[in-house]
């Protein structure tokens, strides 16, 4: 926990009411002699002296056992959640715009359980138990594109489950909150970026009978729409669906199994997908493309310097255009290939002259596939740009390829360049995930022992130009190799890389 979220989480407990030494671990609890001045907490307390508490109307009852009254400087309650969203716009089965805010029904149920301290529990419980009645929401509703013939799943505006806790903070004179920090995101969701589905108006429901009124079926057009945006779209996309489509808690080690089964059956899948795209299955197509389209394989890798702020000092970039390969037999872990592959290698002239040396050994001056360029700071987005740009007019799909991508994508969105931004880069291919896949791991490897399993000599890596080249070498390599172990399974015969023997 950093100095910043400790201070956050001292103001929320001064709010609360709560003891600090009794809710921070021992390590953790900051010293007032670190409350410099001018730190943004000083106002946040001189806030708190301000504010005065509104007087409750409402007496809670008395006891150990009644609700826990907290001070709060909150907007005052609204009486009930019909006033807090107009429907009177919204015809059922017409989306709502990208700007509104909607909360899963799933996790509106399980408020109490999973945001409810103990003593305030049983208090608050039997409101959620009896949520439905006696007050409106307005459903809205979403299905999945991958699987538009199941049941779609229910949202409802995250201001109408404000208002609902404003009712039952004015009844128990407490203080319900939506919870902040990570845990917001399941509270304020919005949809439909890049053209992907947004929730659908359902109707208004006063009561458990008028929520079993029937389902509509799935929207073609929303499938289509899914389909179309850009891959980084529909991963966003589908990474808000875990959310409302969250299913009871099971045990620990079921949960453990499930999710180790889903990474294992993601790593299949990518390698399946690149193998399609390679031409490696002939007759195959993916999802979103067309059979035998030519796409763009576009491998970038990035140096940064090591000592903070850690800035960019080199990105390499090899690229490979499929319609190059298509009568081209791949050779031994696609060696034929490989002198189609154009690489470029630019370095940051303001870090021309510095070397890492501490962490790995850094080798700029050595690029063994063409001759490196020098953009400055200031120039190097523009250079990036201009290269990934000549693919992205030449309206082909492109396919971002690197090794443990994610973090290549962090570095690139540093110096401004958001490659998830375009809908030309249609899908990201990371070759360290399909080795995972190919060897059944869970254990990602550095490109060098990737490179080492496939048998392929390498040399001068950790120089940007040099990484991206064998990246993409690797990515062929193992997406060919991964066919050749298992047609020898399938034969009995014992398997090892073809170029162990070259």
């Given at each position: 926990?950093?100095?910043?979220?400790?201070?956050?989480?001292?103001?929320?407990?001064?709010?609360?009411?709560?003891?600090?030494?009794?809710?921070?671990?021992?390590?953790?609890?900051?010293?007032?002699?670190?409350?410099?001045?001018?730190?943004?907490?000083?106002?946040?307390?001189?806030?708190?002296?301000q504010?005065?508490?509104?007087?409750?109307?409402?007496?809670?009852?008395?006891?150990p056992?009644?609700?826990?009254?907290?001070?709060?400087?909150?907007?005052?309650?609204?009486?009930?959640?019909?006033?807090?969203?107009?429907?009177?716009?919204?015809?059922p089965?017409?989306?709502?715009?990208?700007?509104?805010?909607?909360?899963?029904?799933?996790?509106?149920?399980?408020?109490?359980?999973?945001?409810?301290?103990?003593?305030?529990?049983?208090?608050?419980?039997?409101?959620?138990?009896?949520?439905?009645?006696?007050?409106?929401?307005?459903?809205?509703?979403?299905?999945?594109?991958?699987?538009?013939?199941?049941?779609?799943?229910?949202?409802?505006?995250?201001?109408?489950?404000?208002?609902?806790?404003?009712v039952?903070?004015?009844?128990?004179?407490?203080?319900?909150a939506?919870?902040?920090?990570?845990?917001?995101?399941?509270?304020?969701?919005?949809?439909?970026?890049?053209?992907?589905?947004?929730?659908?108006?359902?109707?208004?429901?006063?009561?458990?009978?008028?929520?079993?009124?029937?389902?509509?079926?799935?929207?073609?057009?929303?499938?289509?729409?899914?389909?179309?945006?850009?891959?980084m779209?529909?991963?966003?996309?589908?990474?808000?669906?875990?959310?409302?489509?969250?299913?009871?808690?099971?045990?620990?080690?079921?949960?453990?199994?499930?999710?180790?089964?889903?990474?294992?059956?993601?790593?299949?899948?990518?390698l399946d997908?690149?193998?399609?795209?390679?031409?490696?299955?002939?007759?195959?197509?993916?999802?979103?493309?067309?059979?035998?389209?030519?796409?763009?394989?576009?491998?970038?890798?990035?140096?940064?310097?090591?000592?903070?702020?850690?800035?960019?000092?080199?990105?390499?970039?090899?690229?490979?255009?499929?319609?190059?390969?298509?009568?081209?037999?791949?050779?031994?872990?696609?060696?034929?290939?490989w002198?189609?592959?154009?690489?470029?290698?630019?370095?940051?002239?303001?870090?021309?002259?510095?070397?890492?040396?501490?962490?790995?050994?850094?080798?700029?001056?050595?690029?063994?596939?063409?001759?490196?360029?020098?953009?400055?700071?200031?120039?190097?987005?523009?250079?990036?740009?201009?290269?990934?740009?000549?693919?992205?007019?030449?309206?082909?799909?492109?396919?971002?390829?690197?090794?443990?991508?994610?973090?290549?994508?962090?570095?690139?969105?540093?110096?401004?360049?958001?490659?998830?931004?375009?809908?030309?880069?249609?899908?990201?291919?990371?070759?360290?995930?399909?080795?995972?896949?190919?060897k059944?791991?869970?254990?990602?490897?550095?490109?060098?022992?990737?490179?080492?399993?496939l048998?392929?000599?390498?040399?001068?890596?950790?120089?940007?130009?040099?990484?991206?080249?064998?990246?993409?070498?690797?990515?062929?390599?193992v997406?060919?190799?991964?066919?050749?172990?298992?047609?020898?399974?399938?034969?009995?015969?014992?398997?090892?890389?073809?170029?162990?023997?070259?």
């Amino acid at each position: 926990m950093d100095a910043t979220q400790r201070l956050e989480q001292l103001v929320d407990a001064l709010c609360m009411g709560f003891s600090l030494t009794a809710e921070l671990p021992e390590d953790d609890r900051p010293s007032f002699e670190e409350l410099v001045p001018g730190h943004p907490l000083n106002s946040a307390i001189n806030q708190l002296e301000q504010w005065q508490p509104q007087q409750q109307t409402t007496k809670p009852t008395e006891g150990p056992d009644a609700p826990r009254k907290f001070l709060t400087h909150d907007a005052g309650p609204r009486t009930c959640t019909q006033g807090a969203f107009d429907n009177s716009r919204f015809r059922p089965g017409e989306p709502l715009d990208g700007d509104a805010e909607f909360c899963p029904w799933v996790v509106v149920q399980k408020y109490p359980k999973n945001y409810v301290g103990n003593t305030n529990r049983p208090h608050v419980t039997p409101f959620f138990d009896n949520v439905l009645e006696g007050r409106a929401w307005d459903f809205f509703y979403l299905f999945d594109p991958t699987a538009p013939s199941q049941k779609p799943h229910l949202l409802v505006p995250t201001a109408q489950l404000q208002s609902f806790l404003d009712v039952i903070n004015e009844k128990l004179g407490i203080a319900l909150a939506i919870p902040g920090g990570v845990n917001s995101n399941r509270f304020f969701m919005r949809f439909g970026e890049g053209s992907t589905p947004r929730p659908r108006y359902l109707r208004r429901v006063h009561g458990e009978r008028d929520l079993e009124g029937g389902w509509p079926h799935g929207s073609i057009s929303d499938v289509q729409a899914f389909w179309s945006a850009s891959q980084m779209c529909r991963d966003r996309w589908l990474e808000k669906l875990k959310y409302v489509s969250t299913a009871p808690r099971k045990d620990k080690e079921q949960e453990k199994r499930q999710r180790a089964a889903k990474r294992r059956a993601d790593r299949r899948h990518m390698l399946d997908e690149a193998q399609t795209l390679l031409g490696l299955k002939q007759g195959r197509t993916v999802k979103g493309g067309k059979k035998g389209e030519d796409v763009i394989f576009f491998c970038v890798d990035i140096e940064a310097l090591e000592r903070p702020p850690n800035p960019v000092s080199e990105v390499g970039i090899a690229v490979l255009d499929s319609k190059d390969i298509r009568n081209i037999p791949p050779g031994a872990c696609g060696r034929n290939w490989w002198p189609l592959i154009r690489a470029h290698h630019l370095r940051t002239h303001e870090y021309a002259g510095l070397v890492n040396r501490r962490f790995v050994a850094g080798c700029p001056d050595y690029f063994d596939f063409g001759t490196s360029t020098f953009p400055t700071r200031a120039q190097l987005p523009h250079a990036i740009w201009s290269i990934l740009n000549t693919y992205i007019h030449a309206s082909k799909d492109i396919v971002l390829v690197g090794h443990d991508t994610k973090q290549d994508i962090r570095y690139l969105a540093s110096i401004g360049v958001d490659v998830t931004g375009t809908n030309s880069i249609t899908r990201i291919l990371d070759s360290q995930v399909m080795h995972q896949g190919w060897k059944d791991s869970d254990n990602g490897r550095g490109l060098e022992g990737v490179l080492a399993d496939l048998g392929m000599a390498s040399k001068n890596l950790h120089n940007a130009g040099n990484d991206a080249v064998f990246t993409l070498r690797a990515f062929i390599g193992v997406a060919i190799e991964e066919i050749r172990q298992q047609e020898a399974e399938l034969k009995g015969e014992e398997y090892e890389p073809e170029l162990w023997n070259a």
